[in-house]
């Protein structure tokens, strides 16, 4: 894989000295001084000091780390991971800590960054089991294993392969059996969550002082409730931002929603304003004229968002405060709605830390 970022590089993330990439910039991931086989890296988890990249079954963070910058450290797993096979821990952090989960055994341990103390806890659920149905021959019970995590600073979602979900730290089961079809994805911001169906069903809750759970208030949800807005609308992706939230139908259209005080929404219009339920967004080229091209991937940063069309090119929107747009800040510090960025190819995958966008050449 190759990386291609715009962005904030201020402690040394990407391996380089430049603190910030005002253009996509390919990032070189090769060197002696770097003392390490590079061609199986991947990277798993973006964040605004430190990133976290896996290479076979070793995880790395680059960046800030024990309060010095410019580090390549290889994550020491905790003793008691230790006898787990090195294929069923997954790896993921925040700016506080660094969260290890065990995907078969579904424990989960943290490690705070200003503590040595390493915390332990289990994965546990309130809910009943369905009731087996009589005369009907049971089936061999598939393992349920843990295999996406998600953490923004105090937000902590975990998802199974039988399509549960887990929350918080100790994570508990979140009751689910009221959503339609099976969980497929789940996406976090600072204070909501969203979760994806694979029926194209959205659902969101958490706080929405914001606008940004897109139920047309400002009410704060302890469950997740599906956007009627997007009903009817297959839905086949989904992102969470800082305060605002992507989705992507399956005919190529973009809804947004949620806060858009740095227009990170995208949203043409005389001047910014916060949209409370999922609205469908328009490209314009730099005449003015709309542009009629799907949308195929999509991707949400703290205050901004980036989108991939289907002639391959990058569109981003919103805060640019160190160049994650690919446009020189001082000369456009926000980008009031999406505007093409970047040109690469088709096979890619768009990802963004909170001050940065990524492109991945698979």
Known sequence: MTYTVAGANVFGQWFTEENLFPYFHKVSLSGDNLKLNFSRIRLVDANWAYNIFQIDNDYYVSGAWRGQEYQLIKVEFPEECKNVNETDI????????????????????????????????????????????????????????????????????????????????????????????????????????????????????????????GHGDISNLESPAQLEALAGIGIIKISAGGWHSLALSEFGDLYAWGWNDTAQLGIKSQSPKSYSVPTLVDFFDENGEEVSLNVKDIACGSKHSAVLLEDGTIWTTGLNKYGQLGFPPEMEPVVNCFKKSFQCSKNIKLKCGPWSTIVINK
């Open 90 to 213: 997954v790896v993921a952090g925040n700016d506080y800590e660094l969260i290890f989960v065990s995907k078969k055994m579904r424990i989960l341990w943290v490690m705070e960054f200003d503590k040595e103390e390493i915390k332990k806890f289990n994965f546990t659920s309130d809910i009943p089991p369905e009731p087996e149905p009589e005369n009907v021959v049971k089936k061999l019970r598939k393992e349920d294993v843990i295999v996406k995590t998600v953490t923004n600073n105090n937000t902590y979602l975990f998802l199974s392969s039988e399509g549960n979900v887990y929350s918080g730290v100790p994570p508990v089961q979140l009751d689910t059996r009221h959503c339609m079809g099976k969980v497929c994805d789940i996406q976090s911001g600072y204070e909501h969550c969203v979760l994806l169906t694979d029926e194209g069903r959205v659902y969101t809750w958490g706080n929405g002082r914001r606008l940004q759970l």
